[in-house]
């Protein structure tokens, strides 16, 4: 295996790890509400992350937990906004 096949599996491996972490304590506590959108956003935030050069699962997941409080929450309210949103 070269080296570049090594980086790669390393760089998904963490993605993937930090994924998993943040999504059991984003679904713990409540904060998922649209599986498939918050998964999306989840990844997309964990994977620009990852891209700027965190590299510590643990570390990854809680940046990626703390960033997705506010994007999900400035998201829902701009679809309640758009009137695409149900507010109950």
């Known amino acids: 295996m070269s080296e570049v096949d090594r980086a790669r599996q ?3 491996t963490l ?3 930090a994924h998993r972490i943040a ?4 679904s713990a506590t409540g904060q998922v509400r649209d ?3 918050d998964q999306v956003l989840l990844s997309q935030i964990i994977i620009a992350l990852a891209k700027r ?3 510590h699962r643990i570390r990854l997941a809680n940046v990626a937990i ?3 409080g506010r994007q999900a929450s400035f ?3 701009q679809l309640a906004t758009d009137g695409l949103l ?3």
């Open 15 to 17: 993605i993937s790890d």
């Open 66 to 68: 703390s960033q997705f």
């Open 10 to 12: 390393t760089h998904g």
């Open 35 to 37: 599986t498939y959108s």
């Open 53 to 55: 050069g965190v590299t």
């Open 23 to 26: 999504w059991y304590f984003l």
């Open 75 to 77: 998201a829902r309210r």
């Open 86 to 88: 149900a507010t109950n």
